[in-house]
C-alpha cells in the first residue's frame, strides 16, 4: 500500500508563505502524477494543482494560478507545494493525491492514493 504524509502546514499571515511537503512511500516516485486538493470547513475538497509523473505537465486552479507552484524531486520521493502571497480564503485543510502515470487531473476521483492532510491557517 503506497503511503502519503503531507507536512509544511501552519499559521501564517495573510500575504506570507508556506511550502507544503508531501512524502511517497514508494521508491518509484517517477511514475506516479501527484495532486494537491484542500477543504476549508464547511466546503467540499477542491482542487490546487498536479503535476505529471514526467514533470512536464502542470495544472493550477484558477485561484491560485500565479500565485502556487507545485514541484516534484523524485530523487527524494517527495513534491511541493510553494504558496506564497497567501490569502486567508487560502485557509483550509490540504491533502496530497497520487495515481500511476496518467495526466494532471483537477477531479478528486482520479486519484488512488491520498494523504492524511496538514492545515493551513492564514490570517488577515
Known amino acids: 500500500q503506497v503511503q502519503l504524509e503531507e507536512s509544511g502546514g501552519g499559521l501564517v499571515q495573510a500575504g506570507g508563505s508556506l511550502r507544503l511537503s508531501c512524502a511517497l512511500s514508494?521508491?518509484?516516485?517517477?511514475?506516479?502524477?501527484m495532486g494537491w486538493f484542500r477543504q476549508a470547513p464547511g466546503k467540499e475538497r477542491e482542487f490546487v494543482a498536479a503535476?505529471?509523473?514526467?514533470?512536464?505537465?502542470?495544472n493550477y486552479a484558477n485561484s491560485v494560478k500565479g500565485r502556487f507552484t507545485i514541484s516534484r524531486e523524485n530523487a527524494k520521493n517527495t513534491f511541493y507545494l510553494q504558496m506564497d502571497n497567501l490569502e486567508p480564503e487560502d485557509t483550509a485543510d490540504y491533502y496530497c493525491?497520487?495515481?500511476?502515470?496518467?495526466?494532471?487531473?483537477?477531479?478528486?476521483?482520479?486519484?488512488?492514493?491520498w494523504g492524511q492532510g496538514t492545515q493551513v491557517t492564514v490570517s488577515s
Open positions: 493525491a497520487a495515481k500511476v502515470y496518467g495526466l494532471p487531473a483537477a477531479i478528486s476521483q482520479d486519484y488512488t492514493y
Open positions: 514508494d521508491i518509484t516516485l517517477g511514475i506516479y502524477t
Open positions: 503535476i505529471s509523473w514526467s514533470g512536464g505537465t502542470i
